[in-house]
């Protein structure tokens, strides 16, 4: 595999303004599992959901500070993957790679040509 290349979907977050009322529409409607629960610092919730492959990670959180979607990319090697696209007049980096406290990396873009913001994570 190209190590400049997108493997999955990781996660997505959103925001809910009522977060218990969310979850349990989606363990309800569509048969969502509960993966994790936790306290944020700026004082917010946010619950992790699985569907039925298990994949990709659902999290909904009640922050007012964060409304626009999360979205975040698994690649191979996030070092790798930026600097295959570092020069990429179509990419705005808001951060470059750094060390996520318990393991890999991670980096942030922001695409011009529809300007949807990308966490990329991986070793």
Not at 45 to 51: A, E, H, N, V
Not at 61 to 66: A, I, K, M, Q, V
Request: no cysteine; proline share 3%; charged share 25%.
């Amino acid at each position: 595999m190209n190590k400049g290349n997108i493997k999955q979907i990781q996660a997505v977050s959103l925001y809910t303004p009522n977060l218990e009322q969310s979850v349990e529409f989606y363990k309800i409607t569509f048969g969502a599992s509960e993966l994790f629960r936790s306290n944020q610092t700026d004082g917010s919730k946010m619950i992790g959901l699985s569907f039925a492959d298990g994949n990709t990670e659902f999290v909904l959180h009640d922050s007012e500070n964060l409304k626009e979607p999360d979205i975040e990319v698994l690649v191979e090697d996030v070092k790798e993957f930026y600097n295959s696209h570092r020069e990429n007049e179509n990419i705005h980096w808001i951060q470059s790679p750094i060390e996520k406290p318990y393991g890999g990396h991670l980096a942030v873009m922001r695409t011009i040509v529809d300007d949807i913001v990308l966490i990329i994570v991986g070793s």
